[in-house]
């Protein structure tokens, strides 16, 4: 009797983790991570497979790696726009440090806060495996961006093929420190959680779609702000866009706009792609210098630049806070 007991009590036992291990997808997995406490598995956006290169290898030069295609910048910056929309935020942002993972993330969550070899190395190690399963924060969450084979070996219930590029495999972390998958992020998933009509053309909002020399609106530059571009919406957005815009890249930029930018039938893509590339050709690089003004749909930022000093407002669109109203540049002695 007591043998049954004890039967009964380990198969109720068993039967409790089933609904928790079950994955989620979409909305709910949003709302999970919006919680914190889980790290994203990330497999760097779309490439050009055109280019063929040696599991695990590190060449140091671009032209020597497989890069982004014009379909991952595209994929990477609405990655951005699904991050933002359900207010979900990184407190860690470790990266491959493969141009192709440090992009993805640069476009979509923002900056590495570290990137390391260790999501590089072909096979595991244990140094790999301590990164992928230690605990976010209290709170937080983390993101991984990097490679089909780290997340195939290391997340339960992943086979190979199950996590393509673009893509990416949610896990919580459990108390005996291995990890449980909570849920795949596919790339429809990216799609249909963006705004309603992502793809569509959209009426311009009240906010005029500009990317000119013209003077950005005046605002009184607040003392003590950082010199950094801020967490915000709108800084997000900003973030996305200078890494577009120091790209050099017209392709990389294009698809940026497309994810990013708000319709306007009064400027085409084609036409505002024209306008970055005589920018990019006056201005060169532009290397962060200060934080000029911030609110929640807009901010101001200094540049230094091969022309010296100048400033960049970005604002959101008022209609859809997700996607860029405009871009001004302007000499700050013209401000």
Known sequence: MLQLIATLAFAAHAALPAEDSAQVRREELMAKLKSGGYTVLLRHARTDYSFKEEVGSMPKERNQQRNLSDDGIRDAALMGVVFRKYGIGFAEI???PMFRTVETAEMSVGKPTTTTMVLRVFPSTPE???????APKPGTNRILVTHHFVIEKHVPGVKPGDVGESEAAVVKHNADGTIQLVGLIKLDDWKALSNPGYGKPQAPSSSTA???????????????????IPSTMVGQLARGYVAAF??????????????????DPARPIEERVKT????????GVLSLASQDSSTA?????GFTSKKGLLLLTLKSSEADPHRIGSVTFASRDNR
């Open 94 to 96: 470790i990266a491959s």
């Open 128 to 134: 790999q495996e301590a990164l992928v399963k230690t």
């Open 210 to 228: 500009v990317l000119s020399h013209g003077a950005p609106p005046p605002v009184a530059k607040p003392s003590g702000l950082p010199t950094e």
């Open 246 to 263: 120091n790209s050099g890249d017209a392709s990389k930029m294009r698809a940026f706009m497309e994810a990013s930018f708000v319709a």
């Open 276 to 283: 970055y590339t005589k920018l990019f050709d006056d201005f």
């Open 297 to 301: 749909t807009l901010v101001t930022l």
